[in-house]
C-alpha cells in the first residue's frame, strides 16, 4: 500500500475530488442536523433539551406545537409574528382541532410557510412527517412522543450504512499519511464509535431523556473526525504534515 504522497498526479486527483465533495457533503450533515434540531425549546442554537424533545417528545404538548418555532425559524417568518401563530395553533388544539378552524386559519398558514419541507415528496426525502391534509396535521396535533422507532429504525439504516462506508474511505486514505501510528489509531476509531454512541442514544433517550448526552456528544464527534481525517490525508498527499504530527522516520519515507 503505496504512501498517499507517493502516489501520480492523477491518483492524488482522484482522491483530492472524493476528499473535497464528502467534506462538503459532512458539512451538509451537520447544518441539517443543526437546522432540524435548535430553537426546539426556544433558544438559539442546539441544546440538549433540543436532543430530548427530538428523540423523547413532550408529554405536555403536541408535536407541531414543539416544533413550531423551528418550522417559523426555517420558513423565515418573522418573530415578531410568532406570538400570534403560537396562539393560532394553541387554540385550534384546546378546541378539539375542528374541520372548520383547520380550513379557515390552520390549512393557509401552513399552505404558505410549512409545504415545503413537508410536502409528500418532501417528507419522504426529509424523513418529516406530511402536512398536506386535515388528518395529516391532526395526526401531529396529539401529544408529542418524539421520533418513532420506525422512523429511528429508518434513519440508522441509512445513516450506519452511507457513514460506515464514508468512514472507512476516509480512514483508508489517512492511513496512508505519515501521521503518528497512536494518532492514526485513534482518529481512525473515533467517527465508527462515535456513530454508534449517536446511534444508540437515540433509543436510551427516548426511554430516558438524560441518555441525550450521547446524542450531541457522538453527533458531535463522527462527522467532524472523519473530515478531519480527510483533511489531514490531503495535505500530506500535497504538502507533507507539520512535524509534530509526523511519525519516526515518517520525514524519510
Not at 409574528?81 to 378539539?96: L, N, R, T
Not at 449517536?198 to 450521547?214: C, E, H, I, R, Y
Request: include cysteine.
Amino acid at each position: 500500500m503505496r504512501p498517499l504522497h507517493k502516489l501520480s498526479i492523477a491518483e492524488k486527483l482522484q482522491h483530492t475530488g472524493f476528499i473535497i465533495l464528502v467534506c462538503f457533503g459532512l458539512l451538509c450533515a451537520e447544518v441539517y442536523l443543526f437546522v432540524t434540531h435548535t430553537g426546539l425549546d426556544g433558544k438559539a442554537g442546539v441544546t440538549l433539551k433540543d436532543i430530548q424533545l427530538s428523540y423523547a417528545g413532550n408529554p405536555h404538548s403536541s408535536k407541531v406545537q414543539t416544533v413550531l418555532p423551528t418550522m417559523l425559524t426555517n420558513a423565515g417568518v418573522p418573530k415578531a409574528e410568532w406570538p400570534a401563530d403560537k396562539a393560532m395553533f394553541d387554540h385550534w388544539i384546546a378546541g378539539g382541532e375542528t374541520k372548520a378552524e383547520y380550513d379557515a386559519k390552520i390549512k393557509p398558514f401552513i399552505a404558505q410557510h410549512c409545504l415545503m419541507c413537508h410536502s409528500v415528496a418532501m417528507s419522504k426525502q426529509l424523513h418529516n412527517p406530511p402536512l398536506v391534509t386535515y388528518n395529516d396535521v391532526k395526526a401531529v396535533a396529539k401529544v408529542d412522543t418524539g421520533m418513532s422507532y420506525t422512523t429511528m429504525f429508518m434513519t440508522g439504516m441509512v445513516h450506519l450504512t452511507m457513514l460506515g462506508v464514508i468512514f472507512w474511505l476516509a480512514a483508508y486514505l489517512f492511513v496512508r499519511t505519515r501521521a503518528k501510528d497512536g494518532l492514526k489509531a485513534l482518529l481512525v476509531i473515533v467517527p465508527f464509535l462515535a456513530m454508534m454512541l449517536d446511534f444508540s442514544g437515540w433509543f436510551l433517550t427516548k426511554q430516558n431523556p438524560n441518555f441525550a448526552w450521547f446524542v450531541l456528544i457522538g453527533g458531535g464527534l463522527s462527522c467532524p473526525i472523519a473530515a478531519l481525517e480527510l483533511i489531514l490525508s490531503f495535505f500530506d498527499m500535497w504538502v507533507g504534515l507539520p512535524g509534530f504530527l509526523r511519525g519516526n522516520g515518517a520525514a524519510e519515507a
